[in-house]
Nanobody, 127 residues
Framework: QVQLAESGGGPVEAGRSLRLSCVGS????????MAWFRQAPGKERDGEGV??????????KYADSVEGRFTISVDRNKKTVYLQMNNLKPEDSGTYFC??????????????????WGPGTQVSVSS
């Protein structure tokens, strides 16, 4: 059974950093597309992820709003995907979801491709 478990969220002041973790179980995480999506307070989850990574070779893509501030990475041995978030802004606040698409050839930021989702971890950035 595939499961994803996020952690690392919490309250933080603007300009500070957080690192989110997503631990996977029930699969190897060696040829997947893994992503982080955000759902802002009171809004629906964004249709495109803030960051995605192909776990086989590490290729990553980012939303324009986080390019240069966020870094997605994977440790395949630990079956863990990370999202390092630096210079956080209040608009980065929300619930962050980890997602998995088993076919890394479909490594797109669009949520329609992702079949497995974690329950989310909340990030609150104060100004």
């Amino acid at each position: 059974q595939v499961q994803l478990a996020e952690s690392g969220g919490g309250p933080v002041e603007a300009g500070r950093s957080l690192r989110l973790s997503c631990v996977g179980s029930g699969f190897n995480m060696d040829r997947d597309c893994m992503a982080w999506f955000r759902q802002a307070p009171g809004k629906e989850r964004d249709g495109e992820g803030v960051a995605v990574i192909a776990t086989s070779f590490g290729g990553a893509k980012y939303a324009d709003s986080v390019e240069g501030r966020f870094t997605i990475s994977v440790d395949r041995n630990k079956k863990t995907v990370y999202l390092q978030m630096n210079n956080l802004k209040p608009e980065d606040s929300g619930t962050y979801f980890c997602a998995r698409e088993p076919n890394s050839a479909m490594c797109s930021r669009s949520q329609q491709w992702f079949k497995f989702w974690g329950p989310g971890t909340q990030v609150s950035v104060s100004s």
